[in-house]
């Protein structure tokens, strides 16, 4: 359920009409629901009812300073993939020490700032970056607080890009040698052992890859307890999948109750990671038709919004349903929706049957909230777009469309080439 509904054939964002907000703030925008975002968060918390836990929103998937305060004042923690990612949660607020920090690739820069911030923990992806953790921690006279992200080698049969679980992915450390890890950790002055941590991959449709994992996180914890390290933190990651077209992934009660099913026994603290599942349908991506055009035996649905806005159907081949702003009777075409962008790959949506919309309407692209601002870049020198949040019947721009200036902050031109 989420606050995008028809009022009289117009799209509504809860108690806003979406076209007032394009003729306020024009397109491209991303648009986001307060009540829905709110109602997410709290259906994930309250699904783990009971059990003890604490739910730290993974930043990556929508990281606005608004979205992410939003959450910290719904009491959520704040799992981050980046030194910039510390950054912002720091900004809205999230105390350090309901921080977690994942990553394969932490530099020595990033790994320092989480040090001296203070956070919860680091989930460690190698046995190099444990070392580097533990000097840097030796330097900064401190200890680093560490899980071992396990992976734990489960099909999350999802698309291959966010699978992250298997052997064959770069994430984690595999069953036996996390054993190793803890071994070697134990000897490292400047490390705290304090959890054990997996993720498994995004858009998951199902409860068994989580139970699954969880299954082979059990048997290591008995590992590592047996060691003598105490382990506080049992993180499962992220993951969960959400509707974009006609998916039906489980219910968070469902996935709650088949966690806790699993746990039985197991008397550790919780983190779980959700992104997508939180903010996947609090968002869309409003944009304008530029043009229609056909080609030989095919449509073409041109809009202003473009790969750089919105880069999922482009990277993963990922659905998104598109529908029009004013909704009108009358035969649907099949078209290709497509952006600006001189690439091929540069489409909303392939054959897809949607109203026969003309010049100036505005679309819809539902389903956008995680995945979609986070990863728009510049390509073609384009501006990025406003983010507009709703909540009742206010509308906030919680980030401005760029500018031309923007777009070359901070590059210069050597002397050599003037004059
Ligand atoms: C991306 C990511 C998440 C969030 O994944 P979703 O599928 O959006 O829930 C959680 N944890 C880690 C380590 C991640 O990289």
Request: hydrophobic share 40%; net charge negative.
């Amino acid at each position: 359920m989420h606050h995008f509904t028809y009022r009289d054939n117009e799209l509504y964002c809860e108690d806003v009409p979406v076209r007032l907000i394009a003729e306020n703030v024009g397109t491209p925008f991303y648009l986001y629901s307060h009540a829905t975002l709110k109602r997410h968060f709290l259906a994930f918390d309250d699904a783990f009812e009971g059990m003890d836990r604490l739910v730290c929103y993974s930043a990556k998937a929508n990281t606005n300073l608004a979205i992410l305060k939003l959450f910290k004042n719904l009491g959520s923690g704040l799992d981050i993939v980046s030194g910039g990612e510390l950054y912002r949660g720091l900004k809205a607020g999230f105390s350090p020490d309901r921080i977690v920090y994942s990553g394969v690739g932490k530099r020595v820069d990033e790994i320092d700032y989480a040090l001296e911030a203070g956070i919860l923990m680091f989930n460690v992806e190698s046995l190099e970056e444990l070392e580097l953790i533990n000097e840097r921690a030796g330097l900064l006279k401190t200890k680093a607080p560490v899980a071992i992200r396990v992976n734990p080698d489960v099909d999350p049969k999802t698309h291959p890009y966010i699978s992250t679980g298997l052997k064959k992915n770069k994430f984690g450390i595999d069953g036996k040698a996390a054993i190793e890890g803890y071994h070697a950790a134990r000897q490292l002055k400047h490390i705290k052992i304090v959890g054990i941590d997996c993720h498994i991959g995004s858009q998951i449709t199902d409860v068994k890859p989580f139970i699954e994992a969880l299954q082979s996180l059990k048997d290591l914890i008995d590992e590592v307890k047996e060691m003598g390290s105490k382990i506080k933190y049992l993180d499962m990651g992220g993951g969960l999948g959400i509707t974009y077209d006609n998916e039906s992934p489980p219910h968070p009660k469902d996935y709650a109750g088949a966690i806790a099913a699993s746990l039985k026994d197991v008397r550790l603290k919780l983190i779980l990671e959700p992104g997508r599942v939180i903010v996947g349908n609090a968002g869309i991506l409003v944009a304008k038709v530029l043009f229609r055009k056909s080609g030989t035996g095919k449509e073409f649905v041109i809009t202003d919004a473009g790969m750089n806005d919105l880069m999922r159907p482009t990277l993963y081949k990922a659905f998104h349903a598109i529908e029009p702003v004013a909704r009108f009777e009358g035969p649907q075409i099949t078209a290709d929706v497509v952006g600006p962008i001189c690439e091929s790959g540069d489409f909303l949506a392939l054959d897809r049957k949607i109203a026969d919309v003309k010049r100036g309407d505005l679309l819809a692209v539902m389903s956008a909230g995680a995945y979609g601002f986070a990863m728009s870049s510049n390509y073609c020198s384009r501006i990025r777009a406003a983010e507009v949040l709703v909540k009742d019947d206010g509308f906030y721009i919680v980030k401005d469309r760029e500018s031309y200036m923007d777009l070359v902050k901070g590059e210069s031109i050597p002397p050599f080439l003037e004059g």
